[in-house]
T-cell receptor, first 112, second 111 residues
Framework: NAGVTQTPKFQVLKTGQSMTLQCAQDMNHEYMSWYRQDPGMGLRLIHYSVGAGITDQGEVPNGYNVSRSTTEDFPLRLLSAAPSQTSVYFC???????????FGQGTRLTVV | EDKVVQSPLSLVVHEGDTVTLNCSYEVTNFRSLLWYKQEKKAPTFLFMLTSSGIEKKSGRLSSILDKKELFSILNITATQTGDSAVYLCFNYGGSQGNLIFGKGTKLSVKP
């Protein structure tokens, strides 16, 4: 079982560049979500989705876009990277009912 | 506003010590509280708690939930250096069941 797959694992961007973080799960989970993890801040919700075609904002959505065209994939787009977006990003998925959440391995993003 | 508060934020102990990590919460539509362990990479599942007063155990780790006082504890007995990690507590809350995280407790176990 692949579980939740995130790519890339590491990325360095220049300010103003755009990029897409990929997240894919093979467990047919309805719920998928993106978090950023910063020292002293814990994991903060960026965007989430409860099914294909349905997305919503979390706690810190500014500067990020998402889409959910399939159940499996939930990409996170940085439109114009800023140094404040330097962080570790995690994708997670779960069934809509309250079950265990599964996390990807994380993407360490540095914006210079 | 939904929130989860973990304490302490960091903790240094020696091998063999017993530690207790705390997680308090204020969450609308509370359903479950979960504990995860995060080492270098992705958080990994430890426990899911939905009912008060029922202890869950896995080896040297155990956890219990108090829904009246709105908190949970995670106990680790006879700590080992391999227990060094960040321990995350989170709830499923709100109308969509979003994960609501505490900031984590960083546990360091010295030999």
């Amino acid at each position: 079982n692949a579980g939740v797959t995130q790519t890339p694992k590491f990325q360095v961007l220049k300010t103003g560049q755009s990029m897409t973080l990929q997240c894919a799960q093979d467990m047919n989970h309805e719920y998928m979500s993106w978090y950023r993890q910063d020292p002293g801040m814990g994991l903060r919700l960026i965007h989430y989705s409860v099914g294909a075609g349905i997305t919503d904002q979390g706690e810190v959505p500014n500067g990020y876009n998402v889409s959910r065209s399939t159940t499996e994939d939930f990409p996170l787009r940085l439109l114009s990277a800023a140094p404040s977006q330097t962080s570790v990003y995690f994708c997670a998925s779960k069934r809509l009912t309250d079950t265990e959440a599964f996390f990807g391995q994380g993407t360490r993003l540095t914006v210079v | 506003e939904d929130k989860v508060v973990q304490s302490p934020l960091s903790l240094v102990v020696h091998e063999g010590d017993t530690v207790t990590l705390n997680c308090s919460y204020e969450v609308t539509n509370f359903r479950s509280l979960l504990w995860y362990k995060q080492e270098k990479k992705a958080p990994t599942f430890l426990f899911m708690l939905t009912s008060s007063g029922i202890e869950k155990k896995s080896g040297r780790l155990s956890s219990i939930l108090d829904k009246k006082e709105l908190f949970s504890i995670l106990n680790i007995t006879a700590t080992q250096t391999g227990d060094s990690a960040v321990y995350l507590c989170f709830n499923y809350g709100g109308s969509q069941g979003n994960l609501i995280f505490g900031k984590g407790t960083k546990l360091s176990v010295k030999p």
